[in-house]
């Protein structure tokens, strides 16, 4: 079957840096999103991974590692307003999205 | 503005009534879909649509049919509403074929089925 695992929840502290990680099982491969979800609101994109590597945007960087099967999202000096849920999804060899149950991110101060 | 509405924001209905969900989006995608998001549990496609005229079963798609007439329009209907179908659902679309195919959502609809 497919899998995607990502922790339940995760704290944090304002001004600090959080790794968010997942693990993916899937049909295929053709591309891993991020997503950001606020209680009570639609996800929003955040960032996209189809080759290995870093991309970085801003205070947000994802990794993929195709072999590993396994990608992760950085997320440095924590601002209040990233207290929100983190969803990761991948694209599967039928090109329909996977995805994860998500990562509720607290930030503390 | 450019985006995806969804009508109505929230519903409360009783159990074996119909219901119809819509969404409209004017980016012109090519592909739409149809998620219910419930506690605990990811985001889950109960039917997608490709192309206008097209559609397609996604993972939980009992009780639900959809239609795609037109590009911009793609309503979902619970023919018989449950009390498991209360949930949260967001339609989405995307440009298949572009440099991603990422996905954009709408506000989401809040159903309550009683």
């Known amino acids: 079957g497919q899998n995607i695992d990502q922790p339940t929840e995760m704290t944090a502290t304002e001004g600090a840096i959080v790794q968010i990680n997942c693990t993916y099982q899937?049909?295929?491969?053709?591309?891993l999103f991020w997503y950001q979800q606020h209680a009570g609101e639609a996800p929003t994109f955040l960032s996209y991974n189809v080759l290995d590597g870093l991309e970085e945007k801003g205070r947000f960087s994802s990794f993929l590692s195709r072999s590993k099967g396994y990608s992760y999202l950085l997320l440095k000096e924590l601002q209040m307003k990233d207290s929100a849920s983190y969803l990761c999804a991948v694209t599967d060899s039928n090109y329909q999205l996977i995805w994860g149950a998500g990562t509720k991110l607290i930030i503390k101060p | 503005i450019a985006g995806i509405t969804q009508a109505p924001t929230s519903q409360i209905l009783a159990a074996g009534r119909r219901m119809t969900l819509r969404c409209t989006q004017d980016m012109r995608h090519n592909a739409m879909y149809w998620y219910r998001q419930d506690l605990g549990l990811g985001l889950r496609l109960i039917h997608y649509?490709?192309?206008?005229?097209?559609?397609g079963k996604g993972e939980v798609p009992d009780g639900y049919s959809v239609s795609r007439a037109n590009t911009d329009d793609f309503p979902l209907t619970l023919a018989s509403a449950v009390p498991s179908q209360t949930s949260v659902y967001f339609c989405?679309?995307?440009?298949?074929?572009?440099?991603?195919?990422?996905?954009?959502f709408g506000p989401g609809t809040r159903l309550t089925v009683l």
């Open positions: 989405a679309s995307s440009d298949v074929g572009g440099d991603t195919d990422t996905q954009y």
């Open positions: 649509s490709n192309t206008a005229g097209t559609t």
């Open positions: 899937t049909s295929g491969f053709n591309g």
